[in-house]
């Protein structure tokens, strides 16, 4: 169980990086693809919601082991 929670952890950090560096269409670059302000929003609220799930998970996971 321990070791779903850390992917999780790692696949949530990773995507958090992508949701940080990727441009709004206020600010675009050529290279890069764009992402609605309302988008940008939803994805940070979704992989904030994740983290709450993975901190849930890991108290019943301690409550658990210690019985």
Known sequence: ???AIGSLERAIARLEQVAA????SESPTPSTPIASP???AG???A???LDL???DLKA???ES???
Do not use: F, H
């Open 1 to 3: 169980m321990m070791q």
């Open 21 to 24: 560096t990727t441009p709004t």
């Open 38 to 40: 309302a988008a940008t």
């Open 43 to 45: 994805a940070r609220a």
């Open 47 to 49: 992989l904030q919601s």
């Open 53 to 55: 799930l993975i901190a």
């Open 60 to 62: 019943g996971s301690r």
């Open 65 to 67: 082991a210690n019985g």
